[in-house]
């Protein structure tokens, strides 16, 4: 087999998993606050999303304890709007229900990004692509900033009467994930040589950005606050991350790449589930899997 195969061009990212303390504020936080609808609420787990999407999962696990901040785990979800004045809804609703929860904004140069802290800490990245023609290349690597982005000016220039009034405005999806883990080598060695994403951005022993089809990332770890780190117990805050393939062979010619590079998997016949060196959960299938439902349930 191909030792250097990559994931298919198509590839996207699925629902992200929580384990939370507080289902009810929780869900109140993404649903009243960023926007998304309930899609299934069934015992200890609320799914949300949109409409024929799930991007968070809540399983409520008050038995679990906070991780430390330098753990390995989850940086941020990042949840990607597919109009400015969609993102300007979601960023005035998640001020006015937490107005202490806001953490910072930029201009990426290829993404307009606002990020937040959720009710238990989990970072949320609120953001809107620029199309990709007006996007930059140099040497194979994705040209990213970090440029000052004033909340209130976007705010005044894109939020219109249907974001006002608290309406949730256009398609929401999980457009990318980012990781704290221990060191970028091992990240790279994994999501790179064994998963099969492409390197996008290298920004030296800090953070790695990795993606699929030539999106500036589906993916990035870095060792901001948690360089060292060792293998996860689990805990409140990142349950899984979900990666979605076009096909059954993608499935299965992952599998045989990662037992090939010994990575314990599972393999249920229609999903591939695994863990990164940090003990960061991962599943990879064709489509939503049956507790993540694309359908909002009566």
Known sequence: ???????????????????????????AYYRDGVGLT???????RVVLGRPGRAVVVLVHTPALRHASPHDAGLFHTAILFDSEAALAAAVYSVARLRP???????????????????????????????????????????EMGTIFLDPNAYLREHLDERGLAGEALGDARVGHVHLSVGDIASARDFYATRLGFDVTLALGDQALFVSAGGYHHHM??????????????????????????????????????????????????????????????????????PDHPTETTA
């Open 38 to 44: 309930v899609l299934e609420q069934t015992g200890p």
């Open 220 to 289: 990035a770890m870095n060792v901001w606050r948690s360089r060292g780190a060792g293998r996860r117990q689990q805990t409140l805050g990142l349950g899984r991350v979900d990666i979605q393939v076009p096909s059954a062979d993608d499935v299965g010619e992952l599998t045989e790449r990662l037992r090939y590079h010994r990575v314990a998997v599972r393999d249920d016949g229609r999903t591939v589930s695994f863990e990164d060196p940090w003990a960061n959960a991962v599943r990879l299938s064709t489509e939503p899997s």
């Open 1 to 27: 087999m191909s030792t250097d195969a990559r994931l298919a061009a198509d590839t996207s990212m699925g629902a992200v998993t929580l384990n939370v303390a507080d289902l009810d504020g929780m869900t």
């Open 100 to 142: 202490g929860s806001f953490t910072g904004s930029s201009d990426h140069l290829v993404s307009k990004a606002f990020y937040f802290d959720d009710p238990e800490g989990n970072g949320v990245e609120l953001y809107w692509d620029r199309d990709r023609t007006q996007w930059s290349w140099v040497h194979g690597q994705v």
